[in-house]
């Protein structure tokens, strides 16, 4: 090899993504590589000049100008490459580019560069643009069995299945014998219907129902009811909760815990092909926060629930370490959450008596999203049922309220600074006066109502009536996305916070206080990417609560782009991994966790993503605005 072509191949190899390369492609893109030379001033590429090279600067500076050939849109420098995403598009250039410093500029030729791509697949998500964001998220999904498991794969044997005609006493001798401890019940049907799949003798039937040994033994027993009675009589029937044989042991795992069932049949499509314990769930994995959260459900005193809360950091560093993903990590901690408010609510329950009238306990922001770090407070709110009369009722709830939000800030989770909490009493309404104050606030969008929006609208429930909170849930739904005044409003609340970048894409950070030099990813970051991400999820009358089940609703629709969905969803999951494990190392080495990184500390590939990350969030919002006009603001100005 000549002098000149190692020199190329060890200055590419410094920089991202040709550190990917094995030697031998980097050999290959070496060799094909042709230099010119571009005095400052001079221009490198022309607005719709045909593009048969990438651009790879080996010394000085660029700029890339929008269309029309005046208006900045980036600066590059030195190991920067340009002209690659509209190659990959197959299309002329897009983006004028001028040299602002004299420059040696490396050429790649198509070909060279295309090979490259098909041979290295991290080289080939790197140059996508979200696949960079993407390359670094999907590394971090891999290390935990939990995660690694399909739920097909802890199958041991084939469910029993019986009709809704079957008498309790055949049920339970055919559950003896086969050594189970629940049976699915299931009904003949039309074969046309959605749940509908063939039994083991091809007839027609769905899944109407689950009968557990527990069932037996609570209902029959206790009540007295006949042996001869049908399975219908005691079956589960409201709502059948299953997770597909496809989804991770993890998945399956979380989503008991979160309904607190034991046994949770796996699907193949339609048809069931066996049935998980919680119990065996356990057993295979018992070092991370869901062996947490079971014992928080069973905890019988509020000292017990607070020695427990202990637990929380420990558990939270474990599963980083682990590598478990932001997802499952702020999914696990937010179930933890709601587990001490259940069974708060519970414990609240037994000291004060049954409640006198029904309610649901909801728990809003973060921790129903379930996007909640180690660092999120509470925020919570009391539904209680229409029947409620302050004079007899209002003493009881006020009690229950400030027990759990006390018992919560004990047990770690400070309270709420807006007193959005059920403590407060404007919070804690029947379920008509929430419904007054949903309409209202989308009705009047002014900024008192935006800012409550933008908490209320994110709501999960913790305990009790769930269906009052799918009630409001649909609400908002239905009336949100038929409003479009509403939705211009979300839309410029959304663009108050802007991402930390500077003009020649620089980080913008704090120059005061305690956050000085540093840039706050909840603020700057993950919460803006959430309210412009929910202000499209209420177009589309979305009733998913989390950020990336929003954006599944979304992908549905027209609002968004598939290129800018992709996007989103990985600058999401990239800000949230960097902000937990930011959080993670923080604990680990004895400091206080917060939301503030320094980009200065990080290595030159980390700021890249960063810096990626909230250019999604800028295009985000820049396209919001253009999305949700404020119409009657246009038509003032006219």
């Not at 390359?135 to 041991?156: G, I, N, W």
């Not at 018992?407 to 770690?412: K, N, Q, T």
Request: glycine letters at 4%; charged letters at 25%.
């Amino acid at each position: 090899m000549s002098i000149e072509l190692y020199e190329i191949e060890q200055h590419m190899a410094r920089f991202e993504p040709f550190s990917r390369l094995p030697a031998p492609l980097l050999q290959a893109v070496a060799n094909a590589v042709e230099i010119s030379y571009f005095k400052a001033g001079e221009q490198i590429l022309t607005r719709d000049q045909p593009l048969e090279h990438v651009c790879y600067i080996r010394s000085g500076a660029v700029e890339l100008y929008q269309r029309d050939g005046t208006t900045l849109f980036n600066r590059l420098g030195e190991g920067d490459l340009f002209g690659y995403t509209d190659l990959a598009r197959k299309r002329a250039v897009r983006y004028p580019v001028t040299a602002i410093e004299d420059s040696l500029i490396y050429y790649i030729d198509a070909a060279t560069f295309e090979q490259v791509a098909d041979e290295c697949e991290e080289f080939a998500e790197f140059v996508d643009v979200s696949g960079r964001l993407k390359h670094v998220f999907e590394q971090q999904r891999q290390s935990s069995p939990l995660l690694s498991t399909k739920a097909r794969q802890l199958v041991q044997m084939k469910p029993l299945l019986a009709t809704a005609s079957m008498s309790l006493s055949e049920a339970a001798s055919m559950m003896q014998e086969q050594h189970v401890t629940c049976v699915l019940v299931t009904e003949p049907c039309d074969s046309t219907l959605p749940l509908a799949f063939l039994d083991d003798e091809d007839h027609p039937v769905m899944l109407v129902g689950i009968v557990t040994d527990r069932d037996m033994c609570t209902r029959v027993v206790a009540e007295a009811i006949s042996p001869q009675a049908s399975l219908r009589e005691i079956m589960t029937s409201r709502r059948i909760i299953t997770t597909q044989a496809s989804d991770s042991a993890y998945e399956a795992m979380l989503k008991m815990l979160d309904e607190r069932i034991q046994h949770l049949p796996i699907l193949n499509g339609k048809r069931p092909i066996g049935v998980l314990q919680l119990a065996d769930l356990l057993r295979f994995e018992t070092s991370n926060n869901l062996f947490l959260i079971n014992t928080i459900l069973r905890q019988p005193s509020t000292e017990g629930l607070v020695r427990l809360s202990q637990d929380v950091r420990r558990d939270f560093v474990s599963m980083v370490e682990q590598q478990s993903g932001s997802d499952m990590i702020s999914r696990a901690l937010s179930l933890t959450g709601r587990a001490f408010v259940h069974r708060l609510c519970e414990l609240a329950e037994e000291q004060f008596g049954p409640p006198p009238v029904p309610y649901a306990m909801m728990v809003l922001g973060s921790m129903a999203r379930e996007e909640v770090t180690i660092t999120s407070d509470q925020d919570n709110a009391l539904i209680i049922a229409d029947s409620y009369q302050e004079s007899l009722h209002g003493d009881y709830f006020k009690q229950l309220a400030e027990f759990v939000t006390d018992h919560m800030a004990e047990c770690g989770y400070a309270y709420c600074s807006g007193e959005i909490m059920a403590s407060n009493a404007k919070w804690r309404q029947p379920l008509s006066v929430w419904r007054h104050y949903f309409s209202d606030w989308i009705a009047t969008p002014t900024p008192e109502h935006l800012l409550e929006s933008s908490i209320f609208f994110d709501l999960a429930c913790a305990h009790g009536e769930e269906s009052f909170v799918q009630e409001l849930r649909e609400l908002i739904a239905q009336q949100a996305s038929s409003n479009p005044r509403f939705l211009a409003a979300m839309a410029r609340n959304a663009n108050n916070r802007t991402p930390p970048l500077g003009f020649f894409r620089t980080f913008v950070m704090e120059q005061d206080g305690a956050e000085r030099r540093s840039i706050n990813l909840k603020r700057r970051g993950t919460a803006p990417l959430s309210d412009v991400i929910r202000v499209h999820a209420l177009a589309c009358g979305s009733t998913q609560q989390s950020t990336l089940g929003r954006l599944d609703d979304i992908a549905h629709t027209q609002l968004v782009t598939a290129e800018m969905i992709k996007r989103l969803r990985y600058a999401f999951e990239y800000l949230s991994t960097l902000r937990i494990n930011h959080q993670a190392a923080a604990i680990s080495q004895g400091e206080a966790p917060d939301n503030s990184v320094e980009p200065d500390t990080f290595s030159r590939s980390e700021r890249h993503h960063l810096r990626e990350a909230f250019e999604t969030l800028r295009d985000a919002q820049k396209f919001l605005g253009f999305r949700y006009p404020l119409k009657g603001n246009r038509e003032r100005h006219s």
